[in-house]
């Protein structure tokens, strides 16, 4: 059975950075895509990045490319997500989410099936 646990949230202050963690069990790592979510208060959960299973392709939402990356490490099961640069409207409950999909991957939360608890990141002074 496939668990995703995410950790690295916290409080930051804007222009500050942090880096998540999506650690995974129970799967084939490089037969799994991963993307990364945010929900913010009263709001749809929104698609920032994501990665293929063999970590060859990667894209990103406008708001956060340039900003963010996404990176996988296959042998210890994590992919990362690097945020740098983080604003007030980065606030939100980020989460991870994985399917099948080695060569590709896509950020329509519809999509992925198995999902992390999520992890609050705030960005605030």
């Known amino acids: 059975q496939l668990q995703l646990v995410e950790s690295g949230g916290g409080l930051v202050q804007p222009g500050g950075s942090l880096r998540l963690s999506c650690a995974a069990s129970?799967?084939?790592?490089?037969?799994?895509?991963i993307g990364w979510f945010r929900q913010a208060p009263g709001k749809e959960r929104e698609g920032l990045s994501c990665i293929s299973g063999s970590g060859g392709v990667t894209n990103y939402d406008d708001s956060v490319k340039g900003r963010f990356t996404i990176t996988r490490d296959n042998a210890k099961n994590t992919v990362y997500l690097q945020m740098n640069s983080l604003k007030p409207e980065d606030t939100g409950v980020y989460f991870c989410a994985a399917r099948v999909r080695r060569y590709y991957c896509s950020r329509t939360p519809a999509e992925f099936g198995s999902w992390g608890q999520g992890t609050q990141v705030t960005v605030s002074s």
């Open positions: 129970g799967w084939i790592s490089n037969y799994y895509a």
